[in-house]
């Protein structure tokens, strides 16, 4: 090959191989829990090449907690968080970040949960008990404090500890300090599998309305790169799509994730996927009973215009 040719042949490959490497956009992801069943569409849609389809590198890191995502989206460390309905009074509050799609209606991913061996048999027998929840004014302690008032206990019908990670609260219920625990249901199949633990009740049966996840962006970058938001959710709603198709690679992939067994993982897949929604939407009636919930939980003294907790704009997505 003659010199000037191979020359202008090898700038060439140069040339596409600098556009390619410039071809896809990083995105990068905050999990308010890395151990949730909930937030695995991120992970299946990296693995699956569904991102990449749609010209997207994306990475994801667990935050641990709704507040760490918020500051995490004001910080600009993250592009897209995933946390829970409550977090969108967080981010009405710091005003930097929105919500852009609800991907999961009524917590069935949330439970009240006790030892094997626990003398607490039904919901009727937790009226007085200590109950484990993560932080003050959380999901958790919300649902513990909603599942007091609507069994006519009161709200002070339970005493609320709250105990931060997963782990700290198993921990206390071993050691018998407290009573149960309002935690993932996927931690309570995992304790049942191992003749641990029970689960006593799904906390969905106190919230069949609800917002349990939200994903948030910046609002910068809702105004000034919205194609950027729309391909990202376009993505993750296709990912929850192949979900709700392929049981055995979601189940395949949640134990590399979560590193839990096919059993637990394959219970949880049964119970948990119908929480996901299709395209985003924000339920009216949910929406309503979120605002309550910022209320009662103390988060906020007033329910908030939707427009300072989530934007329409990319919903309904159509992956």
Do not use: C
């Amino acid at each position: 090959m003659p010199t000037l040719l191979r020359a202008s042949f090898v700038a060439l490959i140069i040339v596409l191989a600098t556009h390619a490497a410039q071809a896809n956009d990083t995105v990068h992801v905050g999990k308010a829990q890395g151990t949730a069943w909930t937030f695995l569409p991120v992970d299946i849609g990296i693995e699956q090449g569904i991102f990449g389809k749609l010209g997207l590198d994306v990475d994801s890191a667990n935050l641990g907690g709704d507040a760490k995502v918020q500051q995490a989206l004001v910080a600009g460390s993250v592009d897209f968080g995933l946390g829970s309905g409550p977090g969108m009074a967080l981010a009405s509050k710091g005003g930097a970040a929105i919500g852009v799609a609800q991907f999961a209606g009524p917590p069935r991913n949330i439970s009240a949960i006790v030892l094997a061996d626990s003398p607490i048999k039904t919901v009727a027998d937790l009226k007085g008990k200590m109950i484990s929840v993560s932080t003050v004014g959380s999901l958790s302690d919300w649902l513990a404090k909603q599942m007091a008032i609507q069994e006519g206990w009161g709200q002070d019908g339970i005493k609320t500890v709250p105990l931060g990670a997963v782990e700290a609260s198993i921990a206390a219920l071993k050691a018998h300090q407290i009573d149960a625990v309002v935690l993932s249901t996927e931690a309570g199949f995992g304790l049942e599998a191992r003749h641990e633990g029970r689960i006593v009740i799904s906390m969905d049966h106190y919230a069949p309305h609800f917002i349990t996840h939200v994903v948030f962006a910046p609002k910068q970058l809702v105004a000034e790169k919205p194609q950027l938001v729309e391909r990202f959710l376009k993505g993750f709603f296709a990912s929850i799509a192949f979900m709700k198709a392929n049981k055995e690679k979601t189940t395949e992939i949640a134990m590399q994730v979560l590193r839990q067994s096919k059993p637990v993982m394959d219970r949880t897949y049964d119970y948990e996927i119908s929480m996901f929604e299709d395209d985003g939407h924000f339920d009216p009636a949910a929406v309503e009973v979120i605002k309550d919930s910022f209320v009662g939980m103390g988060i906020l003294d007033h329910k908030p215009p939707n427009e300072e907790l989530f934007t329409t704009k990319f919903v309904p997505v159509k992956p």
